[in-house]
């Protein structure tokens, strides 16, 4: 018994896996012809990040600084070109799937609820430009921190709380401009 438990966690985290991987993907590949100005802009500044051009003096813009990092860092890893913003777009779609999956995990009643809820994930997606992908940047680290939150009510760990302070600052360094909009 315990091992047909076994067997079926691990084929309905692939099926779940390796719908997020097609959901994302095509997304991404959908994007292939129609890149956004903003999604242009956070790439082309962190592919050209340096000591010698530095974000907000040589490159100014009004967005936060955590998406542009994330860019660098997956362009460290990658290299840039248009083949690498693709990749780019396809990861920060898969990061929030990811998530929304781990969390639908924690909080979900079962495995068909645990698929609409990636369902409705890969639906928020399609019809957005790439202007969207800081936005969905910025929602996966929300959910993270709402995440660790409950985590800290439900336990009192400070670490927790730690985490989730940690994930609401990259959050708010994604879109510093959203400041502009909270009151309303």
Same mark, same amino acid.
Not at 21 to 27: T, V
Not at 72 to 79: H, P, Q, R, S
């Given at each position: 018994s315990n091992g047909f438990m076994t067997g079926s966690?691990?084929? #309905?985290n692939i099926f779940q896996f390796t719908l997020i +991987?097609? $959901? *994302? &993907? *095509?997304?991404a590949l959908s994007l292939d012809l129609d890149w956004s100005t903003d999604f242009g802009v956070y790439y082309t500044g962190a592919s050209f990040f340096s000591d010698n051009y530095r974000l907000y003096l040589e490159h100014f813009d009004h967005k936060g600084p955590a998406y542009y990092a994330f860019l #660098? &860092? $997956?362009?460290?890893?990658?290299?840039?070109?248009p083949f690498q913003a693709l990749v780019s777009i396809f990861l920060t779609s &898969?990061? +929030?799937c990811i998530t929304v999956m781990q969390i639908s995990k924690k909080f979900g009643h079962g495995a068909i609820f645990q698929n609409i809820i990636l369902l409705c994930c890969g639906n928020l997606l399609f019809y957005q430009s790439t202007n969207s992908s800081i936005a969905i940047f910025q929602g996966t680290l929300l959910?993270?921190? +709402?995440? +660790?939150l409950q985590k800290q009510i439900e336990n009192g760990e400070i670490k927790f709380l730690f985490l989730s302070l940690l994930f609401w600052s990259l959050s708010f360094y994604t879109r510093?401009? *959203?400041i502009i909009f909270a009151p309303i």
């Open positions: 966690i691990v084929k #309905k +991987f097609f $959901i *994302s &993907l *095509s997304w #660098k &860092l $997956i362009g460290n890893v990658i290299g840039f070109g &898969l990061l +929030f959910i993270i921190a +709402f995440y +660790f510093i401009d *959203s």
